[in-house]
């Protein structure tokens, strides 16, 4: 059983930064693709970006450019650093990790961090 706890959300105005994090715990991190979701008040979960096990990384096309996906596995931590931040941009942010075991996908979903984006 893996636990994802995300944290570095809160306040930011537009043109601004975050960064966020995700922790992970009690399995092997590096085997997992890791992403980042969104989502907002009665809408669905949305892909923000995804780095693979291998370190490949993919993004949501508004986001390429200003957000960046990174892991260290020896810190069992996945990134997302998001720039010129958009009131667009504010929901919940969730930690994803994907693995395949056998027949099996084996998923796993953090809590969130609230992102708010407003001057």
């Known amino acids: 059983q893996v636990q994802l706890v995300e944290s570095g959300g809160g306040l930011v105005q537009p043109g601004g930064s975050l960064s966020l994090s995700c922790a992970a715990s009690?399995?092997?991190?590096?085997?997992?693709?890791m992403s980042w979701y969104r989502q907002d008040p009665g809408e669905q979960r949305e892909l923000v970006a995804t780095?693979?096990?291998?370190?490949?990384?993919n993004y949501r096309g508004s986001e390429k450019g200003r957000f960046t996906i990174s892991r260290d596995n020896a810190k069992n931590t996945v990134y997302l650093q998001m720039n010129n931040l958009k009131p667009d941009d504010t929901a919940v942010y969730y930690c994803?990790?994907?693995?395949?075991?056998?027949?099996?996908?084996?998923?796993?979903w953090g809590k969130g961090t609230q992102v708010t984006v407003s001057s």
């Open positions: 780095i693979t096990s291998g370190g490949s990384t």
């Open positions: 994803h990790a994907y693995r395949i075991a056998g027949d099996a996908e084996v998923t796993y």
């Open positions: 009690g399995g092997i991190f590096s085997l997992y693709d």
